[in-house]
């Protein structure tokens, strides 16, 4: 954030020991069914319900309950159901705990114009997940994938914080610190599809190629000059150069169309 970028606290990156537990790979729950007979057959146009094998069992008369057939598939619902892995529960609650570290980081940017209870990273980012949500479709635009990218594009900052211009730290060296930052987070989550899923929205973002990368791009200048108003207008404040930093930078119709009436409307006050 800042000057066309943005901006977060710098915080050492916790130890790999302290962060990545080993974890077990956790397995999908799974229910064995069978069909439920009646008086009547059922009808070929309505497939007749399905139940558990144990609700089948504990509603079927006298010794029908015990027959060696229903036992089986009573055995066999239970001996395949097997609870999630303590080491899975563990390793998400891990993750999650460090992703605090979002909710509680205030955008250096507002902090360092001295801007009253500033907005966190976590804030930033819902903000920016509700603009893909409500945003009109564009074609080959896959508007589930904008969402994912928006709440993760941000997230290495939970480790790095805010790195800023003024902090006199390359491109390079940033893009390698957020970069480990983000191994450090996907490890947590023990290399699960999920952890794959977030390293790869976060490189796309940051590759800014995909038609999803550019529209997201524009979500994040889209919501630092919305908030910048917003501020104005609470505080009182002349934020100008967050509007100057974006100017002629949006990539994609649906951005410079937002862009434009945040602009009319700060013009109309």
Aim: neutral net charge; glycine residues 6%.
């Amino acid at each position: 954030m800042g000057s066309g970028s943005r901006a977060f606290f710098l915080c050492k990156p916790p130890s790999l020991a302290t962060l990545i537990p080993s974890l077990a790979a956790a397995h999908r729950l799974r229910f064995s069914f069978i069909p439920l007979g009646g008086p009547h057959p059922p009808s070929p146009s309505a497939p007749a319900p399905r139940r558990m094998a144990t609700e089948v069992a504990a509603s079927l008369p006298g010794d029908a309950a015990s027959s060696p057939v229903v036992e089986k598939q009573t055995a066999s619902a239970s001996s395949s159901s097997p609870s999630p892995s303590p080491s899975s529960a563990s390793s998400a609650i891990d993750f999650l705990t460090l992703c605090h570290r979002l909710k509680t980081t205030k955008r250096a940017g507002w902090v360092r114009r001295d801007v009253k209870d500033p907005e966190s990273v976590a804030d930033h980012m819902y903000r920016m997940g509700l603009m893909a949500l409500i945003a009109s479709d564009i074609p080959g635009v896959d508007r589930n994938k904008c969402i994912k990218m928006a709440i993760v594009h941000d997230i290495a900052e939970a480790i790095v914080g805010d790195i800023t211009p003024s902090d006199g730290i390359s491109k390079v060296e940033k893009s390698r610190r957020e970069r480990e930052a983000l191994d450090h987070m996907c490890r947590l989550l023990g290399g699960e599809s999920q952890a794959k899923e977030i390293n790869e929205l976060w490189m796309e973002y940051e590759a800014n190629l995909s038609p999803e990368a550019k529209v997201v791009k524009d979500f994040d200048k889209v919501e630092m000059i919305l908030q910048a108003l917003e501020y104005e207008n609470e505080q009182g404040k002349d934020l100008d150069e967050f509007f100057m930093s974006t100017a002629g930078k949006f990539q994609t119709e649906l951005g410079k169309g937002w862009a434009s009436e945040i602009a009319s409307r700060r013009k109309g006050q």
